[in-house]
């Protein structure tokens, strides 16, 4: 769901970036709220669970590539060491 949410929110906010955007529609304000709670839910349930266990499971290494590879899906550069 945070996808579907994402794809209709990126545009516009791409326009808010280049000080283009008209102020925020109904749909665009309902869609960042949904956004942001269900975002929210899925940090807490990362920090709490996910996190947690793979410190438990994996090696330094490993825990760095897991960063990486979801660094690379949204497109943020990983920091250079």
Known sequence: ???VLWAELRDWLLQVKA???????????N????FS?????HIAI???RIFPAAQARMNAAQITAMGQ?????????????
């Open 31 to 34: 869609a960042a709220q949904r």
């Open 46 to 48: 990362e920090n709490t």
């Open 37 to 41: 709670a269900l975002h929210a839910a």
């Open 1 to 3: 769901m945070l996808d």
């Open 69 to 81: 590879d979801m660094a690379a899906r949204r497109g943020v550069r990983w920091p250079s060491d």
């Open 19 to 29: 000080a283009q955007a008209l102020p925020a529609s109904a749909l665009i304000a």
